[in-house]
């Protein structure tokens, strides 16, 4: 894996180059929304089975990259490369079919449902078909994974319950589990840790650690105890564009990281 410490056009490359495709590529990406540009210029690569940590502070544009990754918001300018093919102007669906699986700051669980039906949903949600709940039994291959997921994300023990009943950190868990449902080659997580209680982190910190190692893992997060552990190479975002791009031992003596992000101004 490459180890490269950038700081706005200045690259320094150390250690063996990767000759696989890269993951992911992202070319001078662009969004704005009307006259904001939240994010500008923004060029990453990503190797296959790299874990990469997004950090920045509020509005730095961190999420709306990730937007731009999975399609909610396509770029405005700009290219992406999902394992070697432009994904640019796909709509969420195919880039999710091509390998993209991610969760979102807010949750999207169902309240009223079980810990295995909201997965079991997502499972079939990412097969091709029309939903049939109904149809689900014991010998159904979908609720099978549902199962398999629910081990994976540790929530197997509660597979059970309804998520209104679910602690916060449970909630995330169950989260992550969706996102995989479709087995994905790239999973996004947006902020997983947050509003999570000291508790509840380490078995965050350990489900995203036990992820498949060739999974190639994006992470946006404001905990420095979660994101370095997870990551091999940090990008720090700020005004919408990549400042620092660097490894989680350099990164928390960084002047610049220090000033904007550990300087309290998120
Ligand atoms: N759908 C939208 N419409 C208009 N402006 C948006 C939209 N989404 C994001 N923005 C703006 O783009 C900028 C970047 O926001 P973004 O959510 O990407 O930042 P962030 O780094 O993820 O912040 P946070 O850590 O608070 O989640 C902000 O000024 C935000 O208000």
């Not at 969004?31 to 904001?36: K, M, P």
């Not at 498949?212 to 994101?227: G, K, Q």
């Not at 997870?230 to 610049?256: C, F, H, Q, W, Y």
Request: aromatic share 4%.
């Amino acid at each position: 894996m490459l180890d490269t410490t950038t700081r706005k056009g200045r690259t320094e490359t150390s250690g063996p180059t990767a000759a696989a495709t890269p993951a992911l590529v992202t070319e001078n990406v662009a969004r704005s929304f009307g006259a904001l540009k939240a994010v500008s210029n923004v060029s990453i690569t990503i190797a296959p089975g790299e874990r990469r940590a997004i950090l920045g502070p509020n509005g730095a544009g961190k999420t709306t990259l990730f937007n731009t990754i999975c399609g909610d918001h396509p770029p405005t300018a700009g290219r992406i490369l999902l394992f070697g093919e432009d994904i640019t102007h796909l709509q969420p669906h195919r880039r999710a079919r091509l390998g993209i699986g991610r969760t979102y700051q807010s949750s999207l669980l169902f309240d009223g449902l079980s810990v295995l039906e909201n997965l079991y949903l997502a499972v079939r949600g990412a097969m091709p078909g029309r939903l049939s709940l109904w149809k689900a039994g014991h010998d159904d291959p979908a609720l099978a994974k549902a199962r398999r997921l629910a081990e994976q994300v540790r929530v197997d023990t509660i597979a059970q319950a309804r998520i209104q009943s679910l602690s916060h950190g449970q909630r995330r868990q169950v989260e992550v589990g969706m996102a995989l449902a479709s087995d994905p080659r790239l999973l996004m997580l947006d902020e997983p840790a947050a509003g999570l209680s000291a508790a509840e982190r380490p078995e965050l910190v350990k489900l995203i650690r036990d992820l498949p190692r060739e999974l190639t893992l994006i992470l946006i997060e404001h905990d420095m105890d979660v994101a370095l552990p997870n990551s091999d190479k940090v990008t720090v975002m700020k005004d919408g564009e990549v400042v620092v791009d660097s490894t989680p031992d350099r990164i928390a003596d960084d002047p610049l990281v220090q000033a904007i992000y550990l300087g309290g101004e998120h």
